[in-house]
């Protein structure tokens, strides 16, 4: 099956990118920390994973083939699907996952949209041994105390759904301070005003 491509940026959507490769647009789900390196005519470099389902046939990307692997190792866990595997990989860096699964932190886990506490503790059952000799840093939660811009996940959607173009939405929640302690509602607030007119 396929599994890199290298080709130019030729759309760009809410979870999805369209990578023209000698003519041929791929349509790729990928990871919020790919879409936000993204530009229209760049060229990439992507790492992917097909999926093939009854009724479905869909292509995953990756920026790297480490976040490629987790990603496949997610979804060796019962009750993991793609769209849960992305939506961890969005929120959080791989590094960052596999951090939380090896000290136990459902508290960080389940802040992960489609993630609740039985699914959190299934990945950390079934993966944590895996792990273990990945992780070479802290594992406690002060790990975690500085939030990523791209832990604006629901937010981002938010204001993609009202309109607003990704480098726009990004830029504004990335401009915002302490915006981890915020709620998503708050997180939209922040952004509307600045996106406001004038």
Do not use: C
Request: glycine share 10%; hydrophobic share 40%; no cysteine.
């Amino acid at each position: 099956m396929i599994g890199m491509l290298r080709g130019k940026v030729w759309e760009i959507q809410t979870e999805r990118l369209v990578l023209d490769v000698q003519g041929v647009g791929y349509l790729l789900t990928v990871p919020y920390g790919l879409l936000a390196k993204s530009s229209a005519g760049q060229e990439l470099v992507i790492y992917t994973h097909v999926v093939m389902r009854e009724d479905d046939l869909s292509l995953y990307g990756f920026s790297s083939l480490e976040e490629k692997q987790l990603f496949l190792e997610m979804l060796s866990v019962s009750g993991i699907g793609p769209k849960a595997a992305i939506s961890l990989l969005s929120t959080f860096g791989a590094v960052q996952i596999e951090s939380a699964i090896v000290s136990e932190n459902l508290n960080l886990l389940t802040k992960v949209p489609g993630i609740g506490k039985k699914t959190a503790q299934r990945l950390i059952l079934e993966l944590k041994e895996k792990f273990k000799g990945h992780v070479s840093f802290p594992t406690g939660e002060e790990s975690f105390s500085t939030p990523s811009p791209l832990n604006h996940t629901e937010a981002l959607q938010t204001l993609l759904a009202l309109g607003f173009g990704l480098d726009e939405a990004k830029q504004a929640l990335s401009r915002q301070k302490d915006s981890g302690d915020l709620s998503t509602e708050e997180q939209v607030k922040k952004a509307l005003r600045m996106l406001a007119p004038g």
